[in-house]
């Protein structure tokens, strides 16, 4: 069983950051690639940020300058350090991974930029 176990929304102001975690098993933090999706009311679920076994790392152009994605493999876990957030960047993020042609996510973790 897959397990993805997320932590770190919460409710910031404008500007402001926070870290969302993403801890895992470490046959799948080892072998698998790692990604932060969101999904917006009213929008499709987007990709955020992804980062292979190897440490490579991709980002939406939206976040790009603002997000880091990161593992740490003592604690199999993968975070998403978020800075100088927006009202846009509003949405439950979710963690994910595919193993073969199978997506599996987290219960998701709500992120709410408001003043």
């Known amino acids: 069983q897959v397990q993805l176990v997320e932590s770190g929304g919460g409710l910031v102001q404008p500007g402001g950051s926070l870290r969302l975690s993403c801890a895992t098993s470490?046959?799948?933090?080892?072998?698998?690639?790692m990604a932060w999706y969101r999904q917006a009311p009213g929008k499709q679920r987007e990709l955020v940020a992804a980062?292979?076994?190897?440490?490579?790392?991709n980002y939406a152009d939206s976040v790009k300058g603002r997000f880091t994605i990161s593992r740490d493999k003592s604690k199999n876990t993968v975070y998403l350090q978020m800075n100088s957030l927006k009202p846009e960047d509003t949405a439950v993020y979710y963690c994910?991974?595919?193993?073969?042609?199978?997506?599996?996510w987290g219960q998701g973790t709500q992120v709410t930029v408001s003043s």
């Open positions: 470490a046959i799948i933090f080892n072998t698998e690639r």
């Open positions: 980062i292979t076994s190897a440490a490579v790392t």
């Open positions: 994910n991974t595919k193993i073969a042609t199978m997506d599996f």
